[in-house]
């Protein structure tokens, strides 16, 4: 017996119950219906009445909720998924496990697996994923999750979910997700009819990518493991790219500014990242000097001409100076966080991909554009300026910043001075490594000490979680297995990560992890120092890290001395495993 729906009103005829009022027994086919029969509620003709399919099309379908779940990740290019498995995730694991163009990322702990997610998605622009069950593990990804959020990385994270939602206290592992998630997402939901799984979980890939954010989807336990075949789901597909492109007239506009400024300095953010070679043909053509944001350090290897390095509290006193005295400030994709504190009172051409960001004051032309989609049409409209003097003066500015670090480079200090443990990871991290920069004292002394020439290298920006350097790590070699990869991490940030250390040897990833070890939250110590109160809470008991290393069954180097330094690091470097150079530092930073 079928069901016939009429495509008018919507009017459901049951074969099985027929219409007895109207004189039709029960199990009369439609078929034997009289053909001038009419719909009895709108009236319509036979014809405009199909099927109905029977109640679950997928009943017989080989491949589960998760299986076909586990394709669509794939499908949008996700390659490896971290997490942690467990009773509310199997069904979801088990299809991981059997895609062949997918792998499982095992951590110790989900926020760990959280941060390696942003990472990957920082480092590759792609998303990233990670899967885990509901509610410690579910929570315990916030941090990274959040990371990801404040960084714009596209991320989504899969988690399990019981099957009974929501029944109130006494439920074991059960938290309302959607709730617990909704701050940190641009999507978020929970799968509560299977036949909406595949079109959820394209809809929350196609949100983390265009929005470039994080997107949750819970499932829970039973659905999982449900039939469906995906002949009969719906989806939704992604925008291959962003060309956001200004009209001519807002170019020619930003030209005219930019041509009449006498003394205009370009200031490049991580939106600019792409295109630094543009920027160097602009700075080129205009003589203008180059400052970059934190994130944005290394777009142009530090020796290059114009370039005079980060704006900020790690930046040199003369990148402020520069700044100050421009009469035009070319923001490329800047995110204007107070560590840059960019003088916002200052005329300015702002060009970035966030309506809502721009227009920092009444003399700034925002122009609405991606960085490395406007400066190929910005720069033939900018003049070729005079720029031999402005050349000579950056060039004056950069060798008295060499200088001055140099000079805090004391090559016979013990404990070793970090400023002189960056001057020596310069000198030896080749030009092709990926870096990954734990939060603290260690980022300040990279972010004014290192020297990059034309290294990548990730941090957690705005969320500044301390534990990110590690995690980080291990992405960026699962990013490019073919790169040297270096971790450049505290004692402090390392702590919160070093769990994760057997998770390097179980994959074989060789990472070499650099340990700015001086058993002091010693940024903490700095800023307790600057506001005036005594030192307190910020010493730390730590391991032997080098020998805990060798535990997890790497390779440690204990550095102690100076002259120790550079062939501990060179010798690391020949290892084809992870490694942990621990080295002695002093928490005073002069």
Not at 309 to 328: F, Q, Y
Not at 367 to 392: D, F, M, S, W, Y
Not at 440 to 451: A, D
Request: aromatic share 8%; charged share 20%; proline share 6%.
């Amino acid at each position: 017996m079928t069901i016939w729906r009429c495509s008018v009103c919507g009017y459901l005829y049951d074969e099985a119950a027929g219409i007895p009022s109207a004189g039709i027994a029960a199990g009369t086919l439609f078929s034997n219906l009289p053909d001038d029969w009419t719909c009895p509620v709108c009236g319509a003709k036979k014809s405009v009445f199909s099927p109905v399919a029977e109640s679950d099309i997928h009943a017989h379908a080989e491949s589960t909720v998760s299986d076909v779940m586990a394709a669509e990740l794939a499908a949008f290019g996700v390659r490896y998924v971290f997490g942690l498995p467990g009773t509310s995730s199997l069904g979801l694991v088990e299809a991981v496990r059997k895609n062949p163009d997918l792998t499982y990322i095992v951590f110790r702990h989900e926020a760990n697996a959280a941060m390696a997610a942003s990472a990957y998605a920082k480092l590759t622009g792609e998303v990233a994923a990670c899967l885990t069950i509901a509610g410690p593990g579910a929570t315990n990804l916030a941090t990274g999750l959040y990371d990801a959020k404040e960084d714009h990385a596209p991320v989504i994270a899969l988690n399990g979910q019981i099957e009974v939602q929501y029944t109130g206290p006494g439920g074991v592992q059960e938290i309302d997700q959607d709730a617990f998630f909704r701050p940190v997402t641009v999507y978020n939901t929970t799968v509560a009819d299977k036949s909406r799984a595949v079109l959820l979980l394209s809809r929350a890939l196609k949100y983390a990518l265009v929005e470039r954010g994080v997107s949750q989807v819970s499932v829970p336990n039973n659905i999982q493991k449900q039939p469906l075949d995906a002949s009969f789901c719906s989806r939704e597909s992604c925008i291959p790219g962003f060309s956001i492109i200004p009209t001519d007239d807002v170019i020619r506009q930003a030209a005219d500014r930019i041509n009449a400024a006498e003394r205009p300095v370009i200031l490049a953010g991580w939106g600019a990242y792409p295109a630094g070679q543009e920027v160097l043909k602009m700075a080129e053509r205009l003589g203008a000097p180059i400052l970059t944001t934190f994130r944005a350090k290394g777009i142009l290897p530090e020796a290059s001409d114009w370039v005079l390095g980060i704006l900020g509290n790690v930046g040199s006193p003369l990148a402020r100076k520069t700044a100050e005295e421009a009469d035009l400030l070319i923001t490329l994709g800047v995110g204007f966080s107070k560590f840059t504190n960019v003088p916002v009172d200052k005329p300015m051409v702002q060009v970035d991909i966030e309506p809502t960001k721009l227009g920092k004051n009444d003399k700034t032309l925002a122009v609405h554009a991606n960085c490395i989609h406007l400066l190929p049409r910005l720069l033939p409209l900018l003049r070729q300026q005079e720029t031999g003097t402005r050349k000579e003066e950056v060039a004056r500015m950069q060798r008295e910043w060499d200088f001055q670090r140099d000079r805090e480079a004391d090559s016979t200090a013990v404990p070793i001075r970090p400023p002189y443990i960056m001057k020596v990871l310069s000198g030896l991290i080749p030009d092709n490594a990926v870096i990954s920069l734990d939060v603290g004292e260690n980022q300040w002394w990279f972010g004014r000490n290192f020297r990059m020439k034309q290294q990548r290298f990730v941090m957690s920006g705005y969320l500044a979680t301390m534990g990110f350097g590690f995690p980080g790590a291990l992405a960026a070699k699962l990013a490019f297995p073919d790169r040297p990869v270096f971790c450049i991490t505290g004692d402090g940030g390392f702590s919160m990560a070093m769990a994760d250390f057997v998770t390097a040897v179980k994959y074989t990833l060789p990472v070499v992890v650099i340990i700015l070890d001086n058993r002091q939250l010693g940024m903490i110590q700095v800023e307790q120092m600057m506001e005036h109160y005594p030192n307190f809470a910020t010493d730390l008991l730590n391991p032997d890290f080098a020998r805990y290393a060798e535990t997890c069954g790497g390779t440690g180097i204990r550095v102690s001395t100076p002259e120790e330094l550079a062939p501990a690091v060179e010798r690391a470097m020949r290892i084809d495993g992870p490694v942990i150079v621990d080295v002695e530092t002093d928490a005073k930073r002069f």
